[in-house]
């Protein structure tokens, strides 16, 4: 159980242009749900926590007009990077949390931007 | 502000030799302690816990870690590795606020 999983796994797009990941948690109900992004070699750093129905929580540093996070549904959230830039190149991973605290996590997407 | 520091960044070792990952955590009340593995372009999968009890804690793949509390250390073990334990590992922290802090990552490299 507790399985989360993210579409695309990865993403191309040109510089400018707006991208959309999706993160589900396919076998729970996730009341929370949380995205992540991480860098060659470097540790995971949390941009931001999502409460279903409500708007979510930004981590300080983290542009929310530029990361746009919707948390509609227990079992769907999605981060849309605004005017995708080379410099948001990253890989992004979600993770979700239901009735308990523990974080499970999806398998993260790629995004280029050239 | 809770911390987790990985004191090695990247860790070479032969397969069927043991090995230990070091973290250390700050802390001043108690805690909900993890090891992750990421293997290259995944996501993280959770190798163990430390929630209260027990200080030595088992995991997946044979690997194990020990909650020292007045140490304020979690270093993971493994006893005999294999190639396909090379991966990065994270050690992390659950902290009060509701999230999960993270230590720097350990490279692990087995060689045969």
């Known amino acids: 159980g507790a399985v989360v999983s993210q579409h695309p796994s990865r993403v191309i797009c040109k510089s400018g242009t707006s991208v959309k990941i999706e993160c589900r948690s396919l076998d729970f109900q996730a009341t929370t749900m949380f995205w992540y992004r991480q860098f060659p070699k470097q540790s995971l750093m949390l941009m931001a926590t999502?409460?279903?129905?409500?708007?979510?929580?930004?981590e300080q540093g983290v542009e929310k007009d530029k990361f746009l996070i919707n948390h509609a549904s227990l079992t769907l959230s999605t981060l849309t990077v605004t005017s995708a830039h080379p410099e948001d190149s990253s890989f992004y991973i979600c993770s979700a949390s239901g009735t308990g605290w523990e974080q499970f996590f999806g398998p993260g997407t790629r995004l280029t931007v050239l | 502000a809770q911390s987790v520091t990985q004191l090695d960044s990247q860790v070479p070792v032969f397969e069927e030799a043991p090995v230990e990952l070091r973290c250390n955590y700050s802390?001043?009340?108690?805690?909900?302690l993890f090891w992750y593995v990421q293997y290259p372009n995944q996501g993280l999968q959770l190798l163990l816990k430390?929630?209260?009890?027990?200080?030595l804690v088992k995991g997946i793949n044979g690997f194990e870690a020990e909650f020292n509390k007045s140490q304020t250390s979690f270093h993971l073990r493994k006893p005999s590795v294999h190639i396909s334990d090379t991966a990065e590992y994270f050690c992390a922290v659950h902290n009060q606020g509701g999230k999960l802090i993270f230590g720097q990552g350990t490279e692990l490299s087995v060689k045969p």
């Open positions: 430390y929630l209260s009890g027990s200080t």
């Open positions: 802390s001043s009340v108690s805690v909900y």
């Open positions: 999502s409460n279903e129905g409500s708007k979510a929580t930004y």
